[in-house]
Structure formats: structure tokens, C-alpha cells
């Protein structure tokens, strides 16, 4: 045999070979190995937000050394000083929260008689006192207090004066 006659059935096979190579499926690459990085940072949560709340509003013509109203009262004399008495209180005992809490008083007709704020840092239970005095006396008639914290308004009373 000559070398012409192995060298066709070679070469087919050869080609055959290389064409069944080429229409293999190629076998997946494995992932890479991670990267050595530093640690993720643990989570931080931020702390919720601590409300301030008015748990009490009293009004009365004299308060204690503690600004708490002596003696509850609706109805008032025309030369008294009226005091609202308004208790806080903020939902973590420790914790210190800003705030803004204001008295406006107004008059049966809804004409303004006095508006008074304070910018206080609320912590645990407090106190803080509102008054309204008027030399000549106040007209006889139908009043409204309205205390706000942070601009919503939260309690109101209405009061007398006789």
C-alpha cells in the first residue's frame, strides 16, 4: 500500500475528529475564587425616633413650687392669674428630646389674648407653666387655651371668667 492510500482514510479521520471536538458542548468554567476582602460592616440601626408627649393640661389661679396647678380650676375671677400647668412626658425615660410646646389663649370671639412658646429639651416626666395676667382684668366671658407640641395641637381647655 502506498502512503497515499493511509493518508486519506487518516486525514478523514482526523477531520472527523476535529469536527465532533468543535460540536462538543463546552463544559462550564468554574466560578472564581473569592476576593479576600474585609469583612462587611456589621448592621447599625439607628435609633427610633424617641416622642415627647402632653399627658396632662390643668389650669388654676396658683401653681406649687413644681409648677403643678395648687388647685384645678374653670372658672376664674376677672383680676386672677390663670396658669396652665402641662405635664410631659417622653416614651424613653432617659432619653433627652427637643421640642416646642406653646400656649394660645383666646377669647370667646376667637380674637388671640396671649400666645406664649418655649423651646424646651424634654426628658422623662416634666412640667412647664403657661400664665396669662391682664392689669385691668379680663373681660367676662368664654376663653380656650390651646397648648401645641412641635406646631400640632394636643390638649385644649376651655375656662371662665366670671
Known sequence: MSRTCLLYPLSAALATALVLAACKKPEPIPPPAPLATEPAPAATTLPSATPASVTALELGNSVGADERVTAPATTFAPGDT?????????????????????????????????????????????????????????PVGRYTVEISLDGAVVQSREFEVK
Open 82 to 138: 390663670i396658669y396652665a400647668s402641662v405635664t410631659t412626658r417622653t416614651g424613653d425615660p432617659t432619653a433627652t428630646v427637643p421640642g416646642r410646646l406653646s400656649a394660645k389663649w383666646t377669647f370667646q370671639d376667637g380674637q388671640t389674648v396671649h400666645e406664649d412658646a418655649r423651646d424646651l429639651t424634654l426628658t422623662g416626666d416634666g412640667t412647664t407653666t403657661f400664665q396669662i395676667s391682664r392689669p385691668g382684668g379680663f
